[in-house]
């Protein structure tokens, strides 16, 4: 796992409720452009190469399931229609979905593949760090605690899909380790600038 500055601060519950608060918030901008990213990848692998859009799908999917996740943990952070609305997202949090949506665009669905799936490890153990942190220490309910549970839970169909889709077509892995080591540099900017709103 990186060096996270603000996933510690969370587990010794030592994260303000405003820093949770705008964590929800970017992660309302983040779900949704990734949703569309994975939904761009699946359509131009269709044809060339199912199975990689077969594991693009489920992502779009697993976006829809966590949109409908994220609302419980928004509301126990205290945020209000207005305050989301007005809301301005942060450049530092919105890089990553920037670069899944350069992703979309410029690399072969089998290096999406494999640079996507090389994060999915980090993101799920920070999330499951969060879940309990957020019912030990900030009295959060299951329900506000599902968005997290939800991405913190292996995951054996995507897993399945993501080998079927390398399986399938062989990636250039130089360049695909290196867009990976390029979502994991957004993703560690992503809990920098969050943790930048923690005194």
Known sequence: MTDNPLVPLIAAGE??????????????RVIPADRRSFLNLAQRATSAAPASAAFFTLLAEGEVLAAERLGAFADACGVTRVQAAAYEPLPGCQAYPAYVAWLALNASPAEAVLALTANFSTWGGYCATIAEALRRHYGFTDEACAFFDFFAEPSP????????????????????HGYGRMLQAYEDQFWATLAERTP
């Open 15 to 28: 994260a303000g409720l405003d820093t949770l608060a705008a964590l929800a918030l970017e992660q309302s």
């Open 157 to 176: 169909e995507l897993d399945r899909r993501a080998q079927a889709a390398l399986d399938e077509s062989e990636p250039d892995r130089s360049r695909a």
